[in-house]
């Protein structure tokens, strides 16, 4: 699989702060936005910080809800879709609430949801993320996530 790591960073290494309101931060990220939108990868990766800063704005589910539910064991795919927002959340502590991204931005929005748990996820996280449709993949190493990315999803190239 080929993966591009594409981001706009200020000088310290940081992702988001008010670096990103100065015009430069501003030209930066239109011009990121405008690679995300053209780009013929078939999937977007980020980091949990990130997803939820962007898209899940923070939400929590009531896990309580999903606490005796039984999954079955290993990996969960949704059906199919053209183009996925790739998550690195070890613990799915992430509230999506819909199996696919929520935004008006084409390079983002629409896109379906894939968690990249560690075996160490709850339950209760791996339940919820059925109910509502969200794919994910269990990996306890990245060569094992790209491996997975790529024969579940058919994911060759990703952002």
Not at 66 to 79: C, I, L, M, Q, W
Not at 119 to 136: D, F, K
């Amino acid at each position: 699989m080929l993966t591009i790591c594409h981001m706009v960073i200020s000088l310290d290494g940081r992702t988001t702060g008010d670096f990103l309101t100065t015009p430069q931060g501003l030209a930066a990220a239109e011009h990121y936005y405008e690679i995300n939108r053209t780009d013929p990868a078939q999937a977007y990766a980020c980091g949990r910080t990130t997803m939820e800063g962007s898209f899940t704005g923070g939400h929590q589910p009531d896990w309580a809800a999903f606490e005796s539910a039984s999954v079955p064991a290993g990996d969960f795919v949704a059906p199919l879709a053209p183009r996925y927002a790739v998550c690195f959340d070890r613990l799915g502590r992430l509230g999506w609430q819909t199996g696919t991204v929520q935004d008006a931005d084409p390079g983002y929005g629409g896109a379906h949801v894939v968690e990249v748990l560690s075996p160490a996820a709850p339950t209760a996280a791996l339940a919820y993320y059925r109910s509502i449709g969200v794919s994910y993949i269990v990996a306890a190493t990245l060569p094992q996530a790209l491996e997975k990315l790529q024969s579940h999803f058919g994911i060759t190239r990703m952002l």
